[in-house]
């Protein structure tokens, strides 16, 4: 069973970066966001909609994927991989239900690095399917920031 341990010290009023640096289990969430230099950009004004993978969904990465990202030279590769989490506005989980309901079973979400995940639903659970086909289930939502909302999920969603 998966944990999610946040800071309850005055969540709301914290950004998606600083709420991201409260989890113990977004550790190389934060790693990647600082080496893709999108620091500044995801304590902006927003709102963004982060779909935040945990540690294990890294660590499920082909071994030495994460590293090999982390490299200077990767900087543009982790960024397009990390802006295919988020998207601009605030979505919270019952505005993505409910657009899934609308669309007969399927909502399309541009994301801010202009590629598209497929949200669905099986059973009560939030599937995100990215551009290759992987998926991804969304295990905690709705968690609120100053500037957006996060919602956790189980892997790494990566764009074509």
Do not use: R, W
């Not at 990647?32 to 500044?40: I, R």
């Amino acid at each position: 069973m998966l944990t999610f341990c946040f800071s309850t010290l005055s969540i709301a009023q914290s950004d998606v970066v600083d709420v991201a640096l409260s989890s113990k289990d977004h550790t190389s969430l934060v790693a990647a966001v600082k080496a893709a230099d999108l620091v500044n950009t995801l304590k902006g004004e927003g709102p963004f909609t982060i779909f935040a993978p945990t540690n294990a969904a890294f660590d499920a990465l082909p071994k030495g994927t994460l590293e090999s990202l982390l490299k200077p030279e990767s900087k543009s590769k982790l960024a397009a991989i990390l802006t295919y989490h988020v998207i601009a506005g605030n979505f919270k989980a019952a505005d993505v239900i409910t657009a899934i309901k609308k669309g007969g079973g399927k909502f399309a979400i541009k994301t801010v690095n202009g590629g598209t995940l497929i949200a669905s639903l099986k059973g009560k659970q939030v599937i995100l399917t990215d551009a290759n086909g992987g998926t991804s289930i969304i295990t905690a939502t709705d968690l609120k920031a100053s500037n957006g909302v996060i919602h956790v999920i189980d892997s790494v969603v990566l764009p074509k």
